[in-house]
Nanobody
């Protein structure tokens, strides 16, 4: 029902900035919360930030003050602005959307992930 495509990853030096984008398509009217997660080699996937349709945000402690999530509902796109990047920010960054949909008469919750975009921060 919802598809996500991320872009904007790459290689950057420590202290630099990157902006990730995640474009949603499909039943975008049903999306409630969008977010970014990341997974470093050998580690579990972890929360970076989330944002609701109304603009309420939530950040992991590791990114507070350096990372900003924003959302353009008209474009069905969520952004992750990352400043003052550190080598420990190196990971694959995944976009996530939580949405609702009908199956017959039943309203169900769905969750979908993008394919991921690599962010590498060199020291």
């Amino acid at each position: 029902q919802v598809q996500l495509v991320e872009s904007g990853g790459g290689l950057v030096q420590a202290g630099g900035s990157l902006r990730l984008s995640c474009a949603a398509s499909g039943s975008t009217f049903s999306i409630n919360v969008m977010g970014w997660y990341r997974q470093a080699p050998g580690k579990q996937r972890e929360l970076v930030a989330t944002i609701t349709g109304g603009g309420s945000t939530n950040y992991a402690d590791s990114g507070k003050g350096r990372i900003t999530i924003s959302r353009d509902n008209a474009k069905n796109t969520v952004y992750l602005q990352m400043n003052s990047l550190k080598p420990e920010d190196t990971a694959v960054y995944y976009c996530n959307a939580a949405y609702t949909y009908y199956s017959g008469d039943y309203l169900l919750r769905g969750n979908t992930w993008g394919q991921g975009t690599q962010v590498t921060v060199s020291s």
